[in-house]
C-alpha cells in the first residue's frame, strides 16, 4: 500500500467499482456488443445544440462565467421549471453545475451533516451515498418493491424516521426502475416531510420522460414544500447531452447564496462552451427531443411483452428509460447473469446490485439502443436464460 493510501482521510471509505469495471473492459475487448446497461442516450445531441457551442467557440465565449453560471442560461431554465412543472424559481435561485452529479454534491455539502440520516429512494442511483458519506451523513435506504412496481410508500418513509433524519431523497421517474411515483404519494410525502421537518431533495434528471398514463408532480410545488426543497435537473438525459456537464438545482435564494462559494471551489463554474449549448438546448427546436421519446416509447413498448415472453417479470417502467427486471427464472444470481450474458452472447446489461439493491434477482436493462438492436438483444439474452 502507498503512504498516501494509508493515508486516507476518514472520510474516503472503499466502494466496490470492480464488476463495473470489469464489465466494461471485457465489453471493451469484445466485437458487436449490443450495450443495454448505462445510462448513456443513444442519439446524437441536437444539430442546432452542437451549432451553439460551435459558435460560442468562434466568438471567444470560452472564458469563465460566475459561479452560479450564465445570466440568459439560469433565466431561461427558471422559465423553463415554470412552463414545464409549475415550479416558481427566479434567476437568482438557479444554480448552473457540472451535470447533475456536482448538484448532488454541492446539496450534500449545504445541507448534510455529520450523523445526519439521509432517506434515499431505493434501488437508487448509489452516487447519493458517496455525498452522503463524505459529508459525514448516513444514507439510509428506503426499499421500493416490484409488486408496487417500485413506486414510493409513504409508509416505508416513516418507518425509517428518526430524531437524526435530515433529509429525504425523491427520485422520480427513478433510476435505476423508471418508476414513478403517483402524484398522491407524492402529496403524501409532502406531508410527512412537514410534519417530521424533513428537508426534500427532488431529483428530476427524468422528468420529462413520463409514459402515459403516468403524471409527474413537482413537490417543490405543493403548500410548505418550497421552502424546504432543492430541486436537481439537467441536460443529459433530455437532450442527449451526458457527456457535456450541465446540471443545474433550484433553491430558494439565501440557500444559493450561501453555496455559491462552495459551488466555486468545487469547478468555479460549468464548462462555458456547454452552457451556451444548453441555452440553445431550452431556447431552440424542442422537436428533436419530441422525436427522441418517441422513439423511447417504442422501444419500450415493444420490449415489456418481449421480457414477459422470455418468462421475466418487472415493475411496470413510468418512465425513464430503463426497466427493472427480475431475472430469478433463470436461476441465476444477477451478477453472474450479467457477466455470463455478456461473455457468452455480447449483450451488456447491469445487476440490481450496482444500485444498492440486496436482492441478487433484478437487472437493469436501458433501452437505448435502436430497436432492431433491441429485439436482437432480447433473442440473446431469451437463448441464454432459457439455457442457463
Known amino acids: 500500500m502507498s503512504l498516501l493510501a494509508s493515508r486516507l482521510a476518514p ?38 445544440i452542437v451549432a451553439a457551442a460551435k459558435a460560442a467557440i468562434d466568438a471567444n465565449h470560452h472564458h469563465y462565467t460566475g459561479p452560479t453560471g450564465l445570466p440568459a442560461l439560469r433565466t431561461a431554465i427558471a422559465a423553463d421549471l415554470k412552463a414545464a412543472h409549475g415550479l416558481d424559481y427566479g434567476a437568482d435561485e438557479i444554480v448552473v453545475t457540472a451535470g447533475a452529479q456536482e448538484g448532488i454534491m454541492l446539496t450534500m455539502l449545504g445541507l448534510c451533516a455529520p450523523g445526519d ?25 428506503v426499499p421500493t418493491y416490484e409488486k408496487d412496481d417500485f413506486a414510493l410508500d409513504v409508509a416505508e418513509i416513516e418507518r425509517r ?32 416531510a412537514i410534519r417530521y421537518d424533513l428537508l426534500v431533495v427532488a431529483d428530476e434528471i427524468y422528468a420529462r420522460m413520463i409514459y402515459a398514463p403516468n403524471a409527474h408532480l413537482s413537490i417543490a410545488t405543493l403548500p410548505g414544500m418550497r421552502e424546504r426543497t432543492v430541486t436537481l435537473n439537467g441536460f443529459s438525459k433530455t437532450y442527449a447531452m451526458t457527456g457535456w456537464r450541465v446540471g443545474y438545482l433550484a433553491a430558494p435564494g439565501d440557500f444559493v447564496a450561501q453555496v455559491t462559494e462552495p459551488r466555486h ?55 425513464a428509460f430503463y426497466i427493472y427486471t427480475n431475472i430469478s427464472s433463470s436461476g441465476l444470481p444477477a451478477p453472474e447473469f450479467c457477466e455470463r450474458l455478456l461473455r457468452e452472447t455480447g449483450v451488456m446489461v447491469f445487476p440490481g446490485t450496482m444500485f444498492g439493491d440486496t436482492s441478487t434477482d433484478y437487472i437493469r436493462i436501458s433501452y437505448l439502443q435502436p430497436l432492431p438492436l433491441i429485439r436482437e438483444a432480447m433473442a440473446r439474452i431469451a437463448e441464454f436464460a432459457h439455457g442457463a
Open 265 to 319: 471551489t468545487l469547478s468555479i463554474n460549468t464548462c462555458t462552451i456547454s452552457q451556451y449549448a444548453a441555452l440553445a438546448a431550452l431556447t431552440g427546436p424542442q422537436e428533436p427531443v419530441q422525436q427522441m421519446l418517441a422513439d423511447y416509447a417504442e422501444r419500450r413498448a415493444w420490449l415489456m411483452p418481449a421480457l414477459t415472453a422470455a418468462g421475466f417479470t418487472y415493475g411496470h417502467p413510468g418512465g
Open 161 to 192: 424516521v428518526t430524531p437524526r433524519t435530515r433529509m429525504f431523497v425523491l427520485t422520480s421517474p427513478n433510476n435505476p426502475t423508471g418508476a414513478v411515483t403517483p402524484p398522491a404519494a407524492i402529496r403524501a410525502i409532502a406531508d410527512l
Open 117 to 141: 440520516e439521509v432517506l434515499i429512494t431505493s434501488p437508487r442511483f448509489t452516487t447519493y451515498d458517496t455525498a452522503v458519506r463524505l459529508c459525514g451523513g448516513v444514507p439510509v435506504p
Open 11 to 48: 472520510r474516503i471509505v472503499e466502494e466496490d467499482g470492480a464488476f463495473r469495471t470489469r464489465m466494461l473492459a471485457l465489453a471493451a475487448g469484445m466485437p458487436n456488443v449490443i450495450a443495454l446497461g448505462r445510462g448513456d442516450p443513444d442519439f446524437h445531441t441536437p444539430s442546432h
